[in-house]
Nanobody, 129 residues
Framework: VQLQASGGGLVQAGDSLTLSCAASGRFLSNGLRNYGMGWFRQPPGKEREFVSGITRSGSSTMYSDSVKGRFTISRDNAKNMVYLIMNSLEPEDTAVYYC???????????????????WGQGTQVTVSS
């Protein structure tokens, strides 16, 4: 599966931004439902880190402590899309954001990089203070 992330940009602290991830390619019979999805980010000079994950059904989600309560992940399997709604953005949220897909069990929330086989190219989010 190929992933294309978009929606990044330059915003001010306190602003909101929504990232989108479009999936395409040769899916199995269930389409994007075959994949647990997630968002990671890589701040400048730091390692890539988990932000959020969602099960194949969309029924369960997980968030890193740093974004819990501010970010919301969702998916639209019919449209092969995954979203990350980011509210109350902080300068510490500045990073390149990546979406990822992994063929995990139905109700598993993928959270570690080893859970994912496919990665998008990343979209830059910059939050000014």
């Amino acid at each position: 599966v190929q992933l294309q992330a978009s929606g990044g940009g330059l915003v001010q602290a306190g602003d909101s931004l929504t990232l989108s991830c479009a999936a395409s390619g040769r899916f199995l019979s269930n389409g994007l439902r075959n994949y647990g999805m997630g968002w990671f980010r890589q701040p400048p000079g730091k390692e890539r880190e988990f932000v959020s994950g969602i099960t194949r059904s969309g029924s369960s989600t997980m968030y890193s402590d740093s974004v819990k309560g501010r970010f919301t992940i969702s998916r639209d399997n019919a449209k092969n899309m995954v979203y990350l709604i980011m509210n109350s953005l902080e300068p510490e949220d500045t990073a390149v954001y990546y979406c990822a897909a992994g063929r995990v069990p139905w109700e598993k929330v993928p959270m570690v990089q080893a859970d994912f086989e496919s990665w998008g190219q990343g979209t830059q989010v910059t939050v000014s203070s």
